[in-house]
């Protein structure tokens, strides 16, 4: 389950005992017991070797080079991730960001990312988060480290509140990247799940420029995003608090055959024609592009006395017949308001579209 960041002091202890002796070999001024130790299994040598290049090459090493450090470490922690010890390259990388190096930002970074490999969360949230706070962006192989930490810690934060907070600072400092719809409307979601209807509406407002803009587990986003602020634009007038008053209003009108009486009935945002082929709500507009009339023609249009069995507290469906056409059976769709930003209309009930056709499902 996603988790909140926890905020306890950073200190070297957290590491655990493996981790304090990593510290300790990088510190040492040779190879000493303790680097043998840590250099086990096949590739022993190399990891010698690759910890030696660090020491060499660190602030107090005999070669100064934060580059070739940067090489060396970056080639020890693949080849320890590669032998799944995610642990030990986290607690090496996270001891080389202790200290003063060009590369330290990355340093943090990676090892964060080595604990979130590990399936260790709680570890690498205070990382990310540390990275961000406190230490300089660094752009390796094109990309922003704190972009990526931002991406991460809002796909892993559990509290709304939270995920406002790395959202909003993605969409406000990197407002060119490529993903930056998608923050939008998962910010907007954030807003939404905190109660915040304003800025929700205003983001969702945001988002609907950004045609073709992929969200992943939002396959519909920008009809939802659509719906919302059509919906909050508009009068609302065509809502009812009962679904029985609404459905004997537009049983009436079928039967004066009057399609004006009827289209006043009908939803003025999100409205939607579909067949049961495809979900009503992805060719949903607000502007249903044929005339009622024109399938009326001033007759009579029939409908069951009773509402479809699957039809239940939060939407219901009636079966209509007579409508000239190829298809002379439309199912209307009748569904109970879900708008917490305008209590007045919360769980009324619209009439918000049709279905052509026999139901299928």
Same mark, same amino acid.
């Given at each position: 389950m996603p988790i909140d960041p926890p905020r306890p002091p950073f200190h070297t202890a957290?590491?655990?005992?493996? *981790?304090?002796?990593? $510290?300790?070999?990088?510190?040492s001024c040779g190879l000493d017991g303790k680097a043998s130790l840590y250099a086990s299994g096949p590739k022993k040598t190399q990891i010698r070797t690759l910890l030696s290049l660090i020491r060499t090459h660190g602030p107090e090493g005999e070669d100064p080079d934060p580059r070739s450090r940067f090489a060396a470490a970056e080639s020890l922690s693949a080849l320890l991730i590669g032998e799944k010890? %995610?642990?030990?390259?986290?607690?090496?990388?996270?001891?080389l960001a202790e200290e003063d190096d060009a590369y330290a930002s990355w340093y943090l970074f990676a090892a964060a990312a080595a604990y979130e490999t590990r399936g260790e969360l709680a570890l690498a949230i205070p990382l990310y988060e540390r990275l !961000?706070?406190? &230490?300089? /962006?660094? /752009?390796?192989?094109?990309? #922003?480290?704190?972009? %990526?930490?931002?991406? +991460?810690?809002?796909?892993?934060?559990? +509290?709304?509140? +939270?995920?406002?907070?790395?959202?909003r600072d993605l969409v406000t400092r990197f407002p060119d990247a490529a993903d930056?719809?998608?923050?939008?409307?998962?910010?907007?979601?954030?807003?939404? *799940?905190?109660?915040?209807?304003? %800025?929700? $509406?205003?983001? =969702? #407002?945001?988002?609907?420029?950004?045609?073709?803009?992929? !969200?992943?587990? =939002?396959? /519909?986003? &920008?009809q939802y995003a659509r719906r919302l602020v059509e919906f909050n634009a508009s009068p609302k007038d065509w809502t009812y608090e009962s679904l029985e008053d609404l459905v004997g209003k537009v049983r009436a009108a079928l039967a004066s055959g009057s399609s004006r009486q009827l289209r006043r009935l009908s939803a003025r945002a999100g409205f939607f024609a579909s067949s049961w082929f495809k979900d009503g709500e992805q060719d949903g507009n607000s502007k !249903?592009?044929? /005339?009622?009339? @024109?399938?009326?023609?001033?007759?009579?249009?029939?409908? %069951?006395? #009773? $509402? &479809?069995?699957?039809?239940?507290?939060? @939407?219901?469906?009636?079966?209509?017949?007579?409508?000239t056409g190829r298809v002379p059976v439309w199912y209307l769709y009748f569904r109970r308001i879900d708008f917490p930003a305008d209590p007045e209309v919360h769980g009324r009930w619209e009439w918000a579209g049709i279905y052509f056709g026999e139901r299928l499902r």
């Open positions: 957290r590491l655990g005992a493996f *981790a304090c002796a990593i $510290l300790l070999i990088l510190s010890r %995610e642990g030990s390259a986290a607690a090496l990388l996270q001891g !961000v706070k406190t &230490h300089s /962006d660094l /752009d390796l192989g094109g990309k #922003s480290l704190h972009y %990526e930490a931002l991406r +991460r810690l809002a796909r892993s934060a559990g +509290r709304p509140e +939270r995920k406002i907070e790395y959202y930056t719809g998608a923050s939008i409307f998962l910010l907007a979601k954030a807003y939404e *799940a905190a109660g915040n209807w304003k %800025e929700a $509406l205003a983001a =969702y #407002s945001s988002f609907l420029p950004y045609i073709g803009a992929k !969200v992943p587990g =939002y396959p /519909d986003a &920008h !249903v592009n044929f /005339d009622l009339g @024109e399938f009326m023609q001033g007759r009579s249009i029939r409908s %069951e006395p #009773s $509402l &479809h069995p699957s039809s239940n507290s939060r @939407e219901a469906y009636l079966r209509t017949w007579g409508w």
